[in-house]
């Protein structure tokens, strides 16, 4: 079956700190995405991954960066946590090709910035 | 660009009563489609999908959804809830590269 994986449910982190948040999956996926949710917003794209070592800034990408070293990781680095950073981090991944690929969503992480 | 809105914020419906979830999309071709749902503390699960062909799409759980390109609409029915079904539905749109467009989100509360 399916699997996502995010390394933490939770995560309190103070403002500044430089934070990580690690996925992976284990579906030989070539896409992978960061979102976050935040209530009556919805799912917004930080960032999306195709291959790699290869990054597309999604539609909310100022103060966060990403890696990905190897096919089934990618993570998302919040270089200097803000409390306006407080929000649901999901990660998902899916075959290549365009969106009509459906997407597979970790559980999530609750990160509270302090 | 494509956009999705979500016109329910918080739906109340009673154990077995049907339920219709609304979705409406603005892209200027044809899109995909697809309807999400999430349970409390999970991730997002695929309820179903829509690229092409029949209209009516048959997903898990027992759900179903209907594509009318004319009404720019894809919403999501149930013909009676369980309580299980109460959770967050999340409609998205797709279009020919890689970037899902989500609304904001339905909660569909279950009452006994």
């Known amino acids: 079956d399916v699997k996502v994986t995010q390394s933490s449910r939770y995560l309190v982190k103070r403002t500044g700190e430089k934070v990580f948040l690690e996925c992976v999956q284990d579906?030989?996926?070539?896409?992978m995405f960061w979102y976050r949710q935040d209530p009556g917003l919805g799912l917004r794209l930080i960032y999306f991954s195709y291959d790699v070592k290869m990054k597309e800034k999604g539609d909310i990408p100022e103060g966060y960066s990403v890696s990905r070293e190897k096919k089934e990781r990618f993570s998302l680095i919040l270089e200097s946590a803000s409390t306006n950073q407080t929000s649901m981090y999901l990660c998902a991944s899916s075959l290549a090709g365009d969106s009509n690929q459906p997407q597979h969503f970790g559980d999530g992480t609750r990160l509270s910035i302090l | 660009a494509q956009s999705v809105t979500q016109p329910d914020i918080h739906i109340t419906v009673s154990e077995g009563a049907s339920l219709e979830l609304r979705c409406n999309y603005s892209y200027g071709a044809t899109p995909y489609l697809f309807w999400y749902v999430q349970s409390p503390g999970q991730g997002l699960q695929l309820l179903l999908k829509?690229?092409?062909?029949?209209?009516l799409v048959q997903g898990i759980k027992g759900f179903e959804a209907e594509f009318k390109r004319s009404q720019s609409s894809f919403n999501l029915r149930k013909p009676s809830v369980h309580w299980s079904d109460a959770a967050e539905y999340f409609c998205a749109v797709g279009s020919n590269d890689y970037k899902l467009s989500f609304g904001a989100g339905t909660t569909v509360t279950v009452r006994a």
């Open positions: 829509y690229f092409s062909g029949d209209t």
């Open positions: 579906m030989d996926h070539e896409n």
